[in-house]
């Protein structure tokens, strides 16, 4: 819906691919889908839940062997976000390295949009 021809809506690091891919076949799933709602500390929260097949309206982006589906209302939140997935010594998770985000909580798991991005 948002995209540029040629250009994906999202990019997946390798880390992350590895783990889509693994998360879809221990599950049984086609993929992962991903959106914002409203939410947290700083007003907007990501949404990640396991998908048999994608709505008719979501972007889709295969990469690596994974498969994400772009919720309609997150399209233009999340265009040119890289998803990458880290392991620290305390955590391990999906990261969103998001160019739109112009503040995130102190806990990071909560972000804001531009006003003229925000949904109402």
Same mark, same amino acid.
């Given at each position: 819906?948002?995209g540029i021809p040629g250009k994906q809506a999202v990019t997946?690091? %390798?880390?992350?691919?590895?783990?889509?891919?693994?998360?879809?076949?221990?599950?049984?799933?086609?993929?992962?889908?991903?959106?914002?709602?409203?939410?947290?500390?700083?007003?907007?929260?990501?949404?990640?839940?396991?998908?048999?097949?994608?709505? %008719?309206?979501?972007?889709?982006?295969?990469? !690596?062997?994974?498969?994400?589906?772009?919720? %309609?209302?997150?399209?233009?939140?999340?265009?040119?976000?890289?998803? !990458?997935?880290?392991?620290?010594?305390?955590?391990?998770?999906?990261?969103?390295?998001? %160019?739109?985000v112009t503040e995130a909580c102190g806990c990071g798991e909560?972000?804001?949009?531009? !006003?003229?991005?925000?949904?109402?």
């Open positions: 819906m948002f997946i690091t %390798p880390k992350a691919a590895a783990q889509i891919t693994k998360l879809m076949a221990s599950a049984g799933h086609a993929g992962l889908r991903i959106g914002i709602k409203k939410g947290g500390c700083a007003g907007m929260e990501y949404t990640m839940e396991y998908v048999d097949a994608a709505d %008719p309206n979501d972007e889709v982006v295969n990469q !690596d062997g994974a498969c994400v589906m772009i919720a %309609p209302m997150a399209q233009m939140f999340l265009f040119g976000t890289e998803i !990458d997935y880290e392991t620290t010594l305390l955590e391990s998770g999906f990261k969103f390295n998001n %160019p739109n909560s972000i804001k949009f531009d !006003d003229a991005l925000a949904v109402k």
